[in-house]
Nanobody
Framework: QVQLVESGGGSVQAGGSLGLSCRAS?????MGWFRQAPGKEREGVAC??????TTYADSVKGRFTISIYSARNTHLQMNSLKPEDTAMYYC??????????????????????WGQGTQVTVSS
C-alpha cells in the first residue's frame, strides 16, 4: 500500500504559475497527476516513470512540467495557467513500470494509489 500526500495549489490569475508536490510513503515506478473539474470527468494531466520518461496531455504540453525525485516525490510545475486549468488536482502512483508509456496517454486506470487532491483555481 502506497500513501500519497499532496501540497501546493491555491489561487492564481490567468498567466500565472503554481507548483504541486506529492510525496509517496514508499517506492513507486510511475507517478502521475490528474485533474477533475466540477461536472467533468477526471483527466490525465501528466505522468512520469521513475527513470524520468514523461507523458503529457495535449492541453498542457509546453506549459506544465512533471519531475520525479528518488522515485517517491513528484512535482508538477504549472506555468501560463488558464481559467480552464481550474480543477481539483490529484497525485497518483503505480508500482508498474508500464503505467506511463509515451504514446499511450495518461490513464487513471493505470494508477492504483491516489492522494486526496488539492484545489487549483485560475481566475481570468
Amino acid at each position: 500500500q502506497v500513501q500519497l500526500v499532496e501540497s501546493g495549489g491555491g489561487s492564481v490569475q490567468a498567466g500565472g504559475s503554481l507548483g504541486l508536490s506529492c510525496r509517496a510513503s514508499g517506492y513507486t515506478a510511475s507517478m502521475g497527476w490528474f485533474r477533475q473539474a466540477p461536472g467533468k470527468e477526471r483527466e490525465g494531466v501528466a505522468c512520469i516513470e521513475s527513470h524520468g520518461r514523461t507523458t503529457y496531455a495535449d492541453s498542457v504540453k509546453g506549459r506544465f512540467t512533471i519531475s520525479i525525485y528518488s522515485a517517491r516525490n513528484t512535482h508538477l510545475q504549472m506555468n501560463s495557467l488558464k481559467p480552464e486549468d481550474t480543477a481539483m488536482y490529484y497525485c497518483a502512483a503505480s508500482l508498474s513500470g508500464t503505467s506511463c508509456s509515451p504514446g499511450s496517454g495518461v490513464h487513471s486506470s493505470d494508477f492504483p494509489y491516489w492522494g486526496q487532491g488539492t484545489q487549483v483555481t485560475v481566475s481570468s
